[in-house]
Nanobody, 123 residues
Framework: VQLQASGGGLVQAGGSLRLSCSAS????????LAWFRQAPGKEREFVGY????????YYADSVKGRFTISRDNAKNTVWLQMNSLKPEDTAVYYC?????????????????WGKGTLVTVSS
């Protein structure tokens, strides 16, 4: 699976941004999709994931209630809607795909990673 994230940019604190991740190469609906982020000087952080059908999503506590993940299997696309953004949300955001999600698995079970897109939140 090839993944490409887009939609990053500069936004003021309190603002919103929607990231997109398009996929190609394999049957999109077979994969759980996840978002991660990495802030400068910090380790990569799990943001959330969405089930294959899109009927279930799980989020890290740091973004719960502010971020929403959705997907359209017909369009081979997953989105990350980010609201009420904070300066601490500044990071490079990555989308990833895997057959099975698992918080104790290496890389949370993700097998494929896209190039990231930078989100900068100014105070």
């Amino acid at each position: 699976v090839q993944l490409q994230a887009s939609g990053g940019g500069l936004v003021q604190a309190g603002g919103s941004l929607r990231l997109s991740c398009s996929a190609s190469g394999r049957t999109f609906s077979n994969y759980v999709l996840a978002w991660f982020r990495q802030a400068p000087g910090k380790e990569r952080e799990f943001v959330g994931y969405i089930s294959r059908s899109g009927d279930y999503a799980y989020y890290a506590d740091s973004v719960k209630g502010r971020f929403t993940i959705s997907r359209d299997n017909a369009k081979n696309t997953v989105w990350l809607q980010m609201n009420s953004l904070k300066p601490e949300d500044t990071a490079v955001y990555y989308c990833a795909a895997g057959l099975v999600y698992g918080s104790t698995r290496t890389d949370y079970g993700m097998n494929y990673w896209g190039k990231g897109t930078l989100v900068t939140v100014s105070s």
